[in-house]
């Protein structure tokens, strides 16, 4: 009989709590470590996180600690659940501490500020080339996944023995977990996402209709694609859980903060108030200058997430980012072939 491996959550905010609680409930030993000491002990005492999924109960039997060496000791697996920014930092905290052996993983969505990068690449360059990576990804709110509603997202990893360990701890009686082996694909669907449902949040913010919310959705879908067959990726990872699965998530479900800030921006708001009242990570607010370098990069035109990042850098209000949109030339919907 094959034991429970150990499992190590590093990032005690929405996302890594909950998945922190969801593999607890599984009966697998688990450690989350925050850095934040107030929080860290209401998880591990009073078994609630109260700044980021306040009223919800949480696991007895998962542990919380500000100590990152003690949260590694003997953890088989590791999961990194910060936010892109602070992604490479943490690796760099983790490396001297990961147990021999122990595979890391990741749920966060974006790429590094500043280079660019996949966050791939950059594990890959601080944990070294023998290191067993995956990304996890898919449409998955925080809060749902906390409160034990149904989720499906999916495990991408080169190495296919390590897809599987991470998606035998996560799967469970309200929890799907596929795998695959398109990390490129599942990194860029995820991030492609929050900047586009800023877009959607934007337009229904302004109420310009349901009509634009899908065109919005359908177009961005459309820019996923090509970016994605210029990078290199697989199709089916962008029209599955990676892709279209988190972008209509994303783009039409309220509990997101990126669509939220799309919605604040569409009714007048400012950026700076917007994301104080969120009062967590938005991601799209780097990604958008990170899609847009990778678009660049590989000469490939993307107007909404362009639209977006103007707006988000407040060279375009809202309203022209709209008209530039709706200005653009008429053409077919594919000029291009991308599925043969
Ligand atoms: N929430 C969700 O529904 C989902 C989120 N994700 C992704 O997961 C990632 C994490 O997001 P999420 O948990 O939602 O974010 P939150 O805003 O809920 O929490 C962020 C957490 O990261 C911590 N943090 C920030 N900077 C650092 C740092 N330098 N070192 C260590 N910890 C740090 C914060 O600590 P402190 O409180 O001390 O600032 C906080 O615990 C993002 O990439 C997001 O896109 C993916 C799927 C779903
Ligand atoms: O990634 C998410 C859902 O899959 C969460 O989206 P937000 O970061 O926009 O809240």
């Known amino acids: 009989m094959t034991t429970a491996p150990s499992v190590a959550v590093l990032g005690a905010g929405s996302w890594g709590t909950a998945l922190a609680a969801l593999i607890a409930r599984h009966d697998h030993p688990v450690v989350l470590w925050g850095r ?7 998880i591990d005492q009073r078994h609630e996180n109260p700044r980021y999924l306040p009223g919800i109960a949480l ?13 590694l000791r003997g953890a088989e697996l590791v999961l990194v659940v910060v936010p892109s920014h602070a992604f490479a930092e943490t ?4 490396a001297p501490h990961r147990p021999s052996g122990a595979g890391v993983a990741w749920a966060t969505k974006g790429f590094e500020p500043g280079s660019g990068r996949f966050l791939h ?5 601080i944990l070294g080339e023998d290191v067993p990576l995956a990304v996890v990804t898919g449409p998955s709110f925080a809060k749902e996944v906390a409160l034990g509603l149904p989720t499906a997202l999916t495990v991408h990893s080169d190495d296919a023995a390590f897809a599987q360990q991470v998606a035998d701890v996560l ?16 990194e860029l669907g995820g991030a492609m996402k929050n900047v586009l449902a800023v877009a959607t949040g934007v337009a229904d913010g302004m ?4 009509n634009a919310r899908a065109g919005l959705i359908t177009r961005g879908l459309n820019e996923m694609l090509r970016l994605s ?3 290199g990726a697989q199709p089916e990872t962008l029209m599955g859980l990676a892709g279209l699965g988190d972008l209509v998530l994303t783009c039409t479900g309220d509990l997101s903060r990126n669509r939220r800030l799309g919605l604040a921006l569409g009714r007048g708001q400012s950026i700076a108030d917007a994301v104080r009242e969120i009062g967590q990570v938005v991601e799209s607010v780097q990604t958008a200058d990170e899609v847009m370098r990778q678009a660049q990069r590989h000469g490939v035109e993307l107007p909404i997430s362009r639209a ?5 850098h407040g060279e375009l209000t809202p309203a022209d980012g709209l008209r530039q949109l709706l200005g653009r030339e008429q053409k077919a919907e594919y000029p291009e072939t991308l599925f043969r």
């Open 207 to 210: 109420q310009l209709g349901l």
């Open 121 to 125: 690449e950059v594990a890959a360059d």
């Open 171 to 186: 799967h469970g009686p309200a929890f799907r977990a596929y795998t695959g082996n398109d990390m490129v694909g599942a």
């Open 91 to 94: 690796l760099r905290l983790l």
């Open 36 to 42: 934040d000491a107030d929080g860290v002990a209401a």
């Open 308 to 312: 977006v990042q103007a707006v988000l």
């Open 59 to 71: 696991p007895e039997s998962l542990r919380a600690t500000t100590d990152l060496a003690l949260a």
């Open 229 to 231: 067959a210029a990078i």
